[in-house]
């Protein structure tokens, strides 16, 4: 999954170089990129795709620093939750936020749009990630 291939982007940049921006504010860190790719998936799967209330915050998943450990551990929780998600949307769980869904590209009505979305922002940010570290590491 695009987390695990995160965490070893994580893992080879090490505590001290996981929370720098590789090229200044305006260029996300890598943990950043970590804890919003846990918002997406909470966001999307959980708040529209199932129905959960959401109090995220979006511009401060950037701009959160952690550990190594600490992302790992917020990874792990948020494939925990979306195996269960994906299990209640499989079910047919009735979402209270259908409005989200007009921002899919494709069939905004598919629960398999919903997923490919979520996919599709992982994978980007997947690469995001390694850009930076590329750009951090000599």
Not at 43 to 70: K, N, Q
């Amino acid at each position: 999954m695009a987390f695990d291939r995160m965490l070893v982007v994580a893992e080879r940049l090490g505590d001290d170089k996981v929370n720098l921006q590789p090229l200044g504010p305006s260029t996300n860190s890598v943990a950043g990129l970590v804890v919003h790719c846990c918002g997406v998936c909470e966001m999307w799967l959980g708040h529209i795709g199932v129905g959960r209330p959401s109090t995220r915050e979006r511009d401060a998943e950037f701009t959160t620093t952690a550990t190594v450990a600490e992302l790992r551990e917020m990874a792990d929780a948020t494939c925990r939750q979306v195996d269960a998600d994906l299990q209640a949307i499989d079910a047919g769980a009735d979402s209270v936020h259908e409005s989200g869904r007009v921002f899919l590209p494709v069939d905004a009505e598919s629960d398999a749009s919903l997923v490919l979305h979520v996919i599709e922002e992982l994978f980007q940010h997947l690469g995001h990630s390694e850009l930076a570290a590329d750009a951090l590491l000599p």
